[in-house]
């Protein structure tokens, strides 16, 4: 994805997924539409959706409000239930993703499991040599995050 030089902000905001849905006005990771960024459903999260921008969540946000449905009825409002907080000093047309990038922690814990995985199956010797450089893994972290 291409945001352009121009489009480039004076900030960005580095944070979690759970607080990137908050600052957007999105409902819980569990809902029908969870991502910060695209407005495809939980089953189709492999599927490129509809990039979210900070006017799509305005209008989202103000559908579901004229419409004075309860918080079950979310799902068509893509799960969009508060105004976004980041929309002061930004085009309407600003995508999501130029302001709030995806997290760090999230796009590196699934490739490095990965990779230590296919590691361990070929060279059967790889954990010892992780002790032998004083490389220590931390079981929570590697088990456990995602």
């Not at 499991?113 to 032998?132: C, F, H, M, V, Y």
Request: with cysteine; aromatic share 8%.
């Amino acid at each position: 994805m291409n945001c352009g030089i121009e489009k480039l902000h004076r900030y960005t905001i580095a944070t979690d997924l759970i607080l990137c849905n908050v600052l957007l006005g999105l409902m819980t990771h569990s809902s029908c539409h969870p991502c910060a960024w695209c407005e495809s459903d939980k089953d189709s999260l492999h599927k490129k959706g509809k990039q979210r921008t900070i006017c799509s969540l305005m209008n989202l946000f103000w559908d579901f409000f004229d419409s004075r449905k309860e918080e079950k009825d979310t799902k068509h409002f893509r799960d969009v239930i508060h105004p976004p907080i980041i929309c002061d000093d930004i085009e309407n047309d600003t995508p999501v993703i130029c302001l709030i990038p995806p997290p760090e922690l999230y796009l590196l814990i699934e490739p490095v499991n990965k990779l230590d995985s296919s590691l361990e199956n070929e060279w059967p010797g790889s954990e010892t040599w992780l002790k032998a450089c004083n490389i220590k893994k931390d079981e929570y972290l590697h088990d456990n995050l995602l």
